[in-house]
């Protein structure tokens, strides 16, 4: 359990293998912080508020109110917050639920998602990285890429999320370097191939079509070239964010574009952008989610 702090309120990011929670003071400041491996997909509907009290237990004296986002609030999750439909705001402070807790401590609300139409897509959790990169920046009206196992291409304008876009390259990178037959020429893969990445992500992005061949290439040269484990890892990832650059040029051909993510992963799409002609502005994803989990704190809103 975590050390015993007062918070004025409790941040978490709920997702489906990690659970990570923030002490927030009044003004914004972050006074502890922890985590855990209870992700939703570990979690029955039961087991959500044993496995949020055994994390912040300690920071509940005076009951601060808990806003969570993430797939906490998927139809698996603890308590299902039902999806808001683009075009619309990221967030919006009426539309969360409170979930249900037998310890009279915990006062939960859950920020829901957002959902799309046509094509058809959903979001959980980055809705609210959206709204705390506004918060952040200001007036914005442009493309926000957050790269991750799935990334998101999303239009901001005037304050709302028009319309977005899912790819699913970093799960596709993850099976097919660990469970795939390309695994066997990526198996102790160590240091990072620039050139290797570069090269990749212009021969995709000229010839998405031929991705499949050239993954199953990264094999075959290693066989009987000895394409080393490190250069072929960097390929593997040019290839696939090349093919989702591919894909997602309406969104960022000739647009303002921000990224929002981990830091390496970041530094590679904003690298790949660059080649393009496209000088990406990075945010970290863990300061945009604390922004706009402060958009829906009750304290902030007092304040406000």
Known sequence: M??????????VDWGTSNLRAWAMAANGRVLAEASSEDGMGKLDRDGF???????????????PPVVACGMVGSRQGWCEAPYRTVPCPPLDLSA????????PRLRVLIAPGLKQAQPADVMRGEETQIAGALRLMGDYDGILCLPGTHSKWVHISAG??????????????????????????????????????DAAVLDALSRPERLAARLFSLRAEGLIAGLAPGSARARLSGLLIGTELAAARPYWLGQKVTLIGAEKLSAAYARA???????AMRLSATDCTLAGLAALSPQTEAAG
């Open 273 to 279: 952008l660059a080649a393009q002609g496209v000088d």
């Open 49 to 63: 508020e044993p496995a949020l009290l055994r994390l912040i237990g300690a920071w509940l004296s005076g009951s």
């Open 96 to 103: 969360q639920v409170s979930a249900p807790a037998a310890d």
């Open 160 to 197: 709302e999320v028009v319309s977005f876009q899912t790819y699913m390259t970093g799960e596709m990178f993850a099976l097919l370097s660990e469970a795939s037959v390309l695994r066997h020429g990526m198996q102790g893969a160590a240091g990072w191939d620039d050139a290797a990445f």
């Open 2 to 11: 975590t050390d015993a702090v007062r918070p004025a309120w409790i941040a």
